[in-house]
């Protein structure tokens, strides 16, 4: 394994449904993000986390919940989500958080019906 | 507040002419600056950064970006596209002391015609 993965790739869920998205990442970086990316908008960060902590929510609503449990790892837990939430998301990395350039995942492309 | 504009959406050129794509930022500092390009279906993969120091910066891929710090620009370019050049290309700024957060333009994707 190299880079960043990102599982699953692909996603369709119900507005009742709870999924999980799962980041992993194999360089031996200290902080991970997860982005949103819809179509025609740019890319909008939601979270962010520094050595297992959260150092960022964008006013990102409740039912999207983030957990890192070690510097490898990066989850986003969905639970009733909205036809508007159908996005690519793009999970992150970075060696810290002073400039260093942040490698993506190939994204998991979701679709709330 | 920080803000990256990239004024074309799309941009067609034929294989084996020049491209310039053009990316403005608005900053109160000096900016940390990215080029990022996405093909269909895939995640982000870095072109180039600039950080400091000399203000043309290579990348992977043949590409090229200057840094203007007068007319706040980063405009990337490639003096000979190729077909599989056809992708989207994003520029952002990363101001460093707000956590390494970066701010995206909105992408111009960029079609190759032969």
């Known amino acids: 394994e190299t880079g960043v993965t990102q599982t699953p790739r692909h996603l369709v869920m119900g507005m009742t449904n709870k999924k999980s998205l799962k980041c992993e990442q194999h360089?031996?970086?200290?902080?991970m993000y997860w982005y949103k990316q819809s179509a025609k908008k740019p890319l909008e960060l939601m979270f962010v986390?520094?050595?297992?902590?959260?150092?960022e929510n964008n006013s990102v609503p409740s039912r999207f919940s983030p957990e890192c449990p070690n510097s490898s790892h990066l989850f986003l837990h969905l639970h009733t989500l909205q036809p508007e939430d159908s996005a690519l998301y793009l999970c992150?990395?970075?060696?810290?958080?002073?400039?260093?350039?942040?490698?993506f995942g190939p994204g998991t492309r979701l679709l709330v019906l | 507040a920080q803000s990256v504009t990239q004024p074309d959406i799309h941009i067609t050129v034929s294989e084996g002419a020049s491209l310039e794509l053009r990316c403005n930022y608005s900053?109160?500092?000096?900016?940390?600056l990215f080029w990022y390009v996405q093909s269909p279906g895939q995640g982000l993969q870095l072109l180039l950064k600039?950080?400091?120091?000399?203000?043309l910066v290579q990348g992977i891929k043949g590409f090229e970006a200057e840094f203007k710090r007068s007319q706040s620009s980063f405009n990337l370019r490639k003096p000979s596209v190729h077909w599989s050049d056809a992708a989207e290309y994003f520029c952002?700024?990363?101001?460093?002391?707000?956590?390494?957060?970066?701010?995206f333009g909105a992408g111009t994707i960029l079609r190759v015609k032969s």
């Open positions: 992150a990395s970075s060696l810290g958080q002073g400039g260093e350039t942040q490698y």
């Open positions: 360089l031996g970086h200290n902080a």
């Open positions: 986390y520094n050595f297992k902590e959260q150092t």
């Open positions: 900053y109160g500092a000096t900016p940390y």
């Open positions: 600039y950080f400091s120091g000399d203000t």
């Open positions: 952002a700024v990363g101001p460093m002391e707000y956590g390494n957060k970066l701010v």
